[in-house]
């Protein structure tokens, strides 16, 4: 089991190259990852996206890549030394006709455009991509490690309150055979204070408590909690993803509501309410597996 949790860093350095690699993730519905790299890198960004997904299927993603090609670092800008004797030329020339004197030539020559510029880099793709996924993947093995520590940690909370939510089913299976019991007392007593002499068949009683039995009896619903929470122990043994997950706690959402609502008994429904906070709970970590 992963969390969608977790952060790494990698950092490496040789004679040619320099690179820094920083991933953090956090719980999402779907990938989406938030790349930043040298503009340089450009060409790797369908490829590194490609990578992230392998490791990834989850999760809101932030990668930054820092790089540094360092053969380069002393060459990145060219002088145009012709254009700048000829723009010399000028301001001397300028200097002759007004009678006056730049008082700095060289910093007026540096602001002029084209004297320095920027040289475009002739780079070797495949050596940068050689040199950049293994750390790459170096990275993310690293996030995956974190992401399935935290995991690991989920999932015993996890079992923890399947636990009590099993409890609380055995609690509300004990007090179902009380509803109809407890129904049958309250009738009678009613009947009794409206009227002593009022006359009443039995049959009718009867017919009135089985119907009562009928529309409160929740063996189905018990039934299907207990079915319910067996197969999400399962799931959460067998490290199954978020969504799987998900879907087995909205079921049991379903049947905790309706069982609360048919039994009308207090004790199932103070029971009923205390068992889906437990199963928010759930809910709310659950979110973060991916």
């Known amino acids: 089991m992963k969390s969608m949790t977790g952060y790494s860093k990698v950092s490496f350095e040789n004679e040619d190259f320099k690179i820094k690699i920083e991933l953090k993730s956090v719980n999402n519905k779907y990938l989406n990852l938030k790349y930043k790299s040298n503009y340089i890198l450009n060409f790797l960004e369908n490829k590194i996206r490609t990578k992230v997904s392998e490791f990834i299927k989850r999760g809101y993603v932030e990668l930054r890549i820092d790089f ?77 490690e974190m992401r399935e520590f935290e995991g690991e940690k989920l999932k015993e909370y996890l079992i923890e309150r399947i636990e009590i939510l099993s409890k609380s089913v055995i609690k509300i299976d004990d007090y179902k055979e009380l509803v109809v019991k407890e129904h049958k007392k309250r009738l009678l007593d009613r009947l009794e204070k409206i009227n002593s002499d009022i006359k009443y068949n039995e049959e009718d009683i009867l017919k009135e408590i089985l119907l009562f039995a009928d529309r409160s009896d929740i063996s189905e619903e018990v039934s299907r909690l207990n079915s319910h929470l067996e197969q999400l122990n399962v799931e959460i043994e067998k490290n199954s993803n978020g969504k799987k997950l998900d879907f087995l706690i909205q079921e049991i959402f379903r049947e905790l509501n309706t069982a609360g609502v048919k039994s009308n008994y207090y004790d199932i429904s103070k029971l009923v309410v205390e068992s889906k906070a437990e199963l928010e709970k759930i809910r709310e970590q659950v979110q973060n597996i991916e």
Request: aromatic letters at 10%; glycine letters at 0%; charged letters at 45%.
């Open 68 to 144: 540094e090609d360092k053969r380069e670092s002393e060459e990145l800008f060219e002088y145009k030394e012709n254009i700048a004797k000829s723009y010399m030329k000028l301001l001397e020339k300028i200097e002759l006709e007004f009678s006056e004197k730049f008082i700095n030539k060289a910093e007026l020559l540096i602001k002029y455009p084209n004297i320095i510029k920027k040289k475009e880099l002739n780079i070797d793709e495949k050596e940068y991509e050689n040199f950049i996924i293994p750390r790459l993947e170096e990275a993310l093995l690293k996030l995956n």
